[in-house]
């Protein structure tokens, strides 16, 4: 059975930092691009970052850009997320999955795995 565990998810005030981690178990990361997506009340879910497969390409949305890193540790099979200068419009739940693609500057997810999400809240 495969399953991803997201973690690192709290509260924080404007400009500070988390780190987000994904460990997924019953396959293998390296084997798949991975993103991170994020879903405020009340609006769509948004791609904010990914790696490509194989070649560990990184892609960010605009939003992110700058201040988000999404990198991997495959000898623990997580993914991270690291967030800096957050701002209370980061504020969401965060979702990792897989498998992912990067189509037309867009960081698109299948159905297949998604973790349960953790929860990022920025104050102001």
């Known amino acids: 059975e495969v399953q991803l565990v997201e973690s690192g998810g709290g509260l924080v005030q404007a400009g500070g930092s988390l780190r987000l981690s994904c460990t997924a178990s019953g396959l293998f990361f390296d084997a798949y691009g991975v993103g991170w997506f994020r879903q405020a009340p009340g609006k769509e879910r948004e791609g904010v970052a990914c790696?490509?497969?194989?070649?560990?390409?990184?892609y960010y949305a605009d939003s992110v850009m700058g201040r988000f890193t999404v990198s991997s540790d495959n000898a623990k099979n997580t993914v991270y997320l690291q967030m800096n200068s957050l701002k209370p419009e980061d504020t969401a739940v965060y979702y990792c999955?897989?498998?992912?693609?990067?189509?037309?500057?867009?960081?698109?997810?299948?159905?297949?795995?998604w973790g349960q999400g953790t929860q990022v809240t920025v104050s102001s």
């Open positions: 999955a897989l498998p992912v693609s990067y189509v037309a500057g867009t960081i698109m997810a299948s159905d297949d795995y």
């Open positions: 790696i490509s497969r194989p070649d560990g390409t990184t």
